[in-house]
């Protein structure tokens, strides 16, 4: 029986058409998830928790390429920020009471997150994205997935450095 949640429901409620995919329920990184389904690491979008760097921003979910790296300094530039900071993991699973390796922007529809997708996204139809929780996978149109969270397009990825971990 396929996986049931708040995320896969509110896509039946919106007639959002969309695979779900179950993997392993530990932390994968968007490469290793790419490679267990077999498709291109490019399709596969992690989601970056990002913090302004002034205290009483509100924080940011960056949607890059699992095969990339989320570029701060682009990412303030987009923002008009002065910089940008990661928060730490645990930080990060309490600003969105979901477990690092789970993190998903629909999940935090109208939770106060200004969400931004890498514009290579534009470049396909259908992008994968955390279902939500560790173990669960979805790839769905890109389209749809602005249309429910509200996300921007900007230029906020680059190549991973050597050594530099994947992780979601």
């Not at 509100?58 to 790296?69: D, F």
Request: glycine content about 8%; hydrophobic content about 40%.
């Amino acid at each position: 029986m396929p996986v049931v949640n708040n995320i896969t429901r509110l896509l039946d409620s919106r007639r959002v058409r969309y695979t779900a995919f179950e993997l392993p329920a530990e932390k994968l990184g968007a490469q290793e998830t790419a490679r267990r389904l077999g498709v291109d690491p490019d399709r596969v979008f992690k989601t970056i928790v990002v913090l302004r760097a002034t205290p009483g921003g509100k924080p940011i979910l960056a949607i890059i390429p699992g095969n990339c790296s989320l570029d701060l300094k682009a990412l303030a530039d987009f923002l008009k920020e002065k910089k940008m900071r990661l928060p730490t993991q645990r930080e990060a699973e309490t600003l969105t009471g979901l477990q690092a390796g789970g993190i998903s922007p629909l999940a935090l529809i109208n939770k106060g997150f200004q969400i931004l997708l890498d514009q290579s996204a534009q470049a396909f139809p259908e992008i994968h994205i955390s279902g939500g929780q560790r173990g669960l996978n979805i790839r769905l149109p890109v389209k749809d997935l602005i249309k429910l969270t509200g996300a921007r397009f900007a230029n906020i990825s680059g190549p991973l450095e050597s050594g530099e971990s994947e992780e979601d």
